[in-house]
């Protein structure tokens, strides 16, 4: 099997490709990604010599580009991570947020069809259903209902690819996880933002309350429900994968202050994103009933992990945090 992987740099494309490199000796990996400010080879350094893994920088959003590399490579399938994956730069920039989740998936759907690519995974979020009052959970035919520029993105892209199914006959799965987390998380998004702030003793910046709710996923638990759905998953079909632990943010900031033994004085309420969705929840049932799988990393012990890896990772953190982190970081945090 040769999958082409886009994305392949960023936290979960990079998690999928050694996981899959590790766990899979019939697969080969073309990892196509343009290496934004998210996407980082050093998260591959462990597969970069192997004799199944080659990269490809590129734009997913350029057809022309995109449509030779699949003709080129002839892949098995495309599992398709690539992104721009942050909601709060979603609100600060929506313009590459379109082009690269909407336009870029088009791109890649096309070259697919053109191709005749036997097959087309594309990675989702639960947060094409908004928000969720208490007790519902949304399973696959719940209404979508994006609130951010960055889950409409995927919202229309989730629905594009769908419609290569319907009316292409194109074997294609779509999958929508719920918050992931675990290592090579880029430092911008609730757990390794509150990690990495904490281990530096700076700030943590909680947006309102912090009551609003998220379902936590260990991000090798994503990546080995992806490729349950690429082994069952049936054509046409939409999978939702959950982690099964619903905590307020505010309880997830004090786990992480309790692991490093930093003081609660370090959170800081500041003004809430515009839009916020109050809470996620999803049903990943469906799932489970047609592959078996089910999430193996409990929360506590998934954070632990998370936590020991930043401590024992400062220079990725202190390399990934340079250049223009810097700049995004005062744009959304500073007045606030
Ligand atoms: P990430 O931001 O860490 O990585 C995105 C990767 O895509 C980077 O390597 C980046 O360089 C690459 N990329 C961006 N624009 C590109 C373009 N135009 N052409 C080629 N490559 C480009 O994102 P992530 O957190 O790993 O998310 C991966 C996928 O999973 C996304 O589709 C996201 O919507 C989805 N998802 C994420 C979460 C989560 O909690 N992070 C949850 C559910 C679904
Ligand atoms: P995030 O990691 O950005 O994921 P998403 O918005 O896609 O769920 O945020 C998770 C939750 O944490 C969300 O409710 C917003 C909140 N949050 C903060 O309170 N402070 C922060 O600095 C960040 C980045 C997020």
């Known amino acids: 099997m040769?999958?082409?992987?886009?994305?392949?740099?960023?936290?979960?494309?990079?998690?999928?490709v050694r996981l899959c490199l590790r766990e899979r000796p019939d697969v080969e990996i073309v990892n196509l990604d343009k290496l934004t400010y998210a996407g980082n080879l050093e998260n591959l350094a462990e597969v970069s010599d192997s004799p199944r893994y080659s990269f490809v920088k590129g734009d997913i959003a350029e057809l022309d580009f995109v449509h030779n590399l699949v003709?080129?490579?002839?892949?098995?399938?495309?599992?398709?991570?690539?992104a721009e994956s942050h909601v709060d730069r979603s609100i600060l920039s929506p313009e590459p947020v379109i082009r690269t989740n909407f336009h870029g998936t088009f791109c890649l759907l096309?070259?697919?069809?053109?191709?005749?690519?036997?097959?087309?995974?594309?990675?989702?979020?639960d947060e094409v259903y908004g928000s969720l009052e208490e007790p519902l959970?949304?399973?696959?035919?719940?209404?979508?209902?994006?609130?951010?520029?960055?889950?409409?993105?995927?919202?229309g892209s989730d629905l594009l690819a769908l419609s290569y199914h319907t009316t292409y006959h194109m074997a294609v799965t779509v999958s929508r996880a719920s918050n992931n987390y675990g290592p090579y998380h880029f430092p911008e998004k609730l757990i390794p933002l509150m990690i990495s702030n904490a281990l530096e003793d700076k700030p943590l910046p909680i947006?309102?309350?912090?009551?609003?709710?998220?379902?936590?996923?260990?991000?090798?638990?994503?990546?080995?429900?992806?490729q349950a759905v690429l082994d069952k998953g049936r054509s046409g079909e939409i999978y939702n994968i959950g982690g099964s632990r619903s905590l307020p943010n505010r309880e997830v900031v004090e786990m992480i202050l309790a692991i490093t033994g930093k003081p609660k004085s370090l959170m800081v309420t500041v003004k809430d994103r515009p839009g916020h969705?109050?809470?996620?929840?999803?049903?990943?049932?469906?799932l489970t009933r047609a592959t078996g799988w089910t999430p193996l990393?409990?929360?506590?012990?998934?954070?632990?992990?998370?936590v020991r890896w930043y401590q024992e990772h400062r220079d990725w953190v202190a390399r990934v945090k340079s250049g223009e982190y810097q700049s995004y970081y005062d744009k959304n945090y500073a007045g606030r």
């Not at 040769?2 to 999928?16: D, P, Q």
């Open 137 to 155: 959970e949304a399973d696959e035919s719940y209404p979508l209902k994006a609130s951010s520029p960055y889950s409409a993105s995927k919202a």
């Open 2 to 16: 040769k999958y082409l992987v886009t994305g392949g740099a960023g936290f979960i494309g990079s998690a999928f």
């Open 207 to 226: 947006y309102g309350d912090g009551l609003q709710v998220r379902d936590w996923l260990y991000v090798d638990d994503h990546c080995r429900a992806i």
């Open 277 to 286: 969705d109050r809470r996620y929840a999803l049903s990943s049932e469906k």
């Open 110 to 125: 096309e070259a697919a069809r053109r191709n005749q690519v036997p097959r087309f995974h594309h990675v989702s979020t």
């Open 71 to 82: 003709a080129e490579t002839k892949p098995d399938a495309i599992v398709h991570f690539a």
């Open 297 to 306: 990393v409990p929360f506590e012990e998934g954070l632990a992990a998370t």
